[in-house]
């Protein structure tokens, strides 16, 4: 008996040490030594098309379908009689017997556009599959529970992906969703908060530390200076010096404190595009901060433009 082989596996008795050779066409095995059809009716799991050069190479020939969505009604098994061309595709008044069969039910053509919307903005957005997964799950519960009749489903998609960024922890803007939407930025304000009222849910108020991060990376600045902004914008709104301003002014605001005092200096211009604030808005903040700069900085910061030489405005 020859040793290290699997008399479990098929295999030619006279040699069983001998590689099989697939007749695919014929379905069988054979011993690669004498010839002998060692194993017939073989399924080939390959595919079941060729490939020849004069095909085009996006078609795809796989009759499978796409990937279940089970989002849809149906779970998106449907079938789609294709147009028939014969006399038994018609009835006695000439009209098509399976029409029906052919479209798509209201419900499912409003989710799976809601659904390519809200990829659409994603992509836009650079967002996470985990995002829009949750984004969608999101319109089908409002969708499915027709709280929000009257609105239009790309407010509602828009709003659902500025949640499902909040609950997954990467936080957008307003007027981020909005920069990549066809939706006013009052508006995609105005559904969100009645999908938070619909579903019955809220989430964490956003805070400067949502933002810096990402700002000051699109900025090209320094973790020293990002820990710096963190830091100033941290303090100032512990003392209350900036009240009733918004998080996201108050994160552009401490990055131009914290890059006029570091030797990688950012304009309020270049920081109002990235952060999506007017530069009157961070000129205004940064006045009200910076009378306070010495409490705002941290004590290991190191200064190449001291406090005293810094901006007034």
């Known amino acids: 008996m020859s040793r290290g082989v699997d008399f479990t596996q098929v295999h030619c008795n006279e040699h069983p040490e001998a590689p099989l050779v697939e007749d695919?066409?014929?379905?069988?095995?054979?011993?690669?030594?004498?010839?002998?059809?060692?194993?017939?009716?073989?399924?080939?799991?390959?595919?079941?098309?060729?490939?020849?050069?004069?095909?085009?190479?996006g078609a795809d020939p796989s009759r499978v379908g796409g990937a279940e969505n089970p989002l849809l009604n149906g779970s998106d098994l449907t079938t789609i009689i294709g147009g028939g061309r014969g006399m038994a595709a018609f009835d006695e008044f000439g009209n098509a017997k399976y029409q029906s069969r052919k479209a798509i039910s209201s419900g499912d053509r409003a989710?799976?556009?809601?659904?390519?919307?809200?990829?659409?903005?994603?992509?836009?957005?650079?967002?996470?599959?985990?995002?829009?997964?949750?984004?969608?799950?999101?319109?089908?519960?409002?969708?499915?529970?027709?709280?929000?009749?009257?609105r239009s489903n790309d407010a509602i998609a828009s709003a659902c992906l500025c949640l499902a960024c909040r609950q997954e922890g990467v936080p957008r803007t307003f007027k981020e969703i909005c920069a990549v939407s066809k939706i006013s930025k009052k508006e995609i304000g105005r559904v969100f908060k009645l999908i938070l009222s619909a579903l019955n849910t809220s989430v964490e108020l956003i805070t400067t530390g949502d933002f810096?991060?990402?700002?000051?990376?699109n900025?090209?600045?320094?973790?020293?200076?990002?820990r710096a902004a963190t830091a100033i914008a941290r303090t100032a709104s512990d003392l209350d010096i900036v009240p009733g301003r918004s998080p996201l002014s108050v994160a552009a605001a401490a990055i131009y404190m914290a890059s006029q005092a570091s030797e990688v200096?950012?304009?309020?211009?270049?920081?109002?595009?990235?952060?999506?604030?007017a530069?009157?808005?961070?000129?205004?903040?940064?006045?009200?901060?910076?009378?306070?700069?010495?409490?705002?900085f941290p004590k290991d910061f190191v200064f190449a433009t001291p406090i005293s030489e810094l901006p007034v405005a």
């Open 24 to 57: 695919y066409r014929a379905g069988d095995q054979i011993c690669s030594e004498c010839g002998l059809v060692v194993g017939d009716r073989v399924i080939d799991v390959g595919s079941e098309w060729r490939t020849f050069s004069n095909e085009k190479a």
């Open 111 to 150: 989710l799976m556009n809601a659904f390519k919307e809200i990829n659409q903005m994603a992509d836009r957005l650079h967002l996470s599959k985990t995002i829009v997964d949750r984004a969608n799950n999101l319109f089908k519960m409002i969708h499915d529970g027709k709280t929000l009749k009257g």
């Open 212 to 217: 810096m991060s990402r700002f000051c990376s």
């Open 219 to 226: 900025l090209g600045l320094p973790n020293s200076v990002q």
């Open 265 to 277: 200096k950012r304009s309020q211009k270049e920081i109002g595009d990235v952060a999506g604030v």
């Open 279 to 296: 530069d009157v808005t961070i000129r205004q903040v940064y006045r009200l901060m910076y009378p306070r700069a010495v409490e705002l």
